[in-house]
Structure formats: C-alpha cells, structure tokens
C-alpha cells in the first residue's frame, strides 16, 4: 500500500472505485466485496488516474514543458502546422498575456499566468501558435483560434482577471 493513502472499503458500493485527495493524504473507496488482489489492483490503476488528472490540469512550469504542451495543443487544434522554434516564459510582459514573432517563430507566454488554470494558459498557448499561421488579428486568425473549445470562457476568465487588477491599482 502507498503512503498517505486510506482505504475505505463500503458495502453498499457494488462495483465503483473512486479516489480523492484530502491534502497530504488519498482517500480511496472501494467496495468491501473485493480480494486483497483485487483491492491492490484497484488502487494502483486508481491512483494512476487520479495522477495523470492532476498533472493535465496543471500549466507547465519549465520552458521545456510549455514548448512540449504548445506541440500538443498545435496538433490537437491547428493541424500541428504551427511550429514554434520556442515557446518560453518571461517575466517582463506587464500589459499582455503572450506575444508572437512569426519571422523567427519565437513565442513568449508572461509568467504573470502561472497559477492560473490550464485551460487559460492553452488559451494563449493557441492564440499565439495561430499568429504563426496568420499573423494579425483578422477573420482566418478568429477562426483558427476557435478551434480551441474554452476559446470564448478564458477570454471572460482573462477580462475578469484585466478587471479586478485594473480596480485594484485605481482603489
């Protein structure tokens, strides 16, 4: 049995196993019906889940992670045609999210978007792989962002972010 973790064993749950994080500590849940095999074979496939879902919903946090999950997104949404010769974070973009130089094919991700969701920073990630692809800010840029499903939430997510530092700095 891995550390931290707690097995809590039901009998009124029939066949669903289910696992959860309580800080340090996993709690797992399965039916009281299972063997000893059948409960350690459980609890690895369960917590193998569980840790592929929290690493998905995590932003990259090295420049080797961000280039990896840009390749990743270009071929999920752009057909990997877009192929960036960097993707890095940096520390000096205040006023925008990211930029894009498509004559060198650079793209720079501000780190003020660390800590947020995942969804957000593939957001950027799209839109500045797009501008390789097309770069303005025109109807076949609109479309090809688009393709990326949370398009229009992360927008909202950033104008609400833009909104709450703009009110703070004027209260």
């Given at each position: ?42 609890i ?42 960097s993707?890095?974070?940096?520390g ?80």
């Amino acid at each position: 049995m891995p550390p931290n973790v707690e097995v809590r064993r039901s009998p009124r749950r029939r066949r669903t196993v289910s696992a959860y994080r309580d800080g340090e500590k996993t709690i797992v849940m399965l039916p009281s019906s299972l063997s000893k095999a059948e409960e350690e074979y459980e609890i690895a496939r369960i917590l193998e889940r569980l840790d592929g879902r929290e690493r998905r919903s995590r932003p990259p946090t090295g420049d080797a992670g961000l280039m990896e999950r840009a390749m990743e997104l270009s071929h999920r949404y752009l057909d990997g045609e877009a192929v960036p010769s960097s993707v890095r974070w940096v520390g000096n973009q205040r006023s925008r999210w990211g930029s894009c130089t498509p004559e060198d094919r650079t793209i720079r991700i501000s780190s003020m978007l660390r800590g947020m969701p995942v969804w957000v920073v593939d957001y950027i990630l799209v839109h500045e792989l797009a501008h390789l692809l097309e770069p303005s800010h025109n109807a076949a840029f609109w479309k090809l962002v688009d393709r990326y499903p949370k398009t229009e939430r992360a927008r909202g997510y950033l104008e609400g972010v833009t909104a709450a530092r703009n009110l703070e700095a004027t209260g």
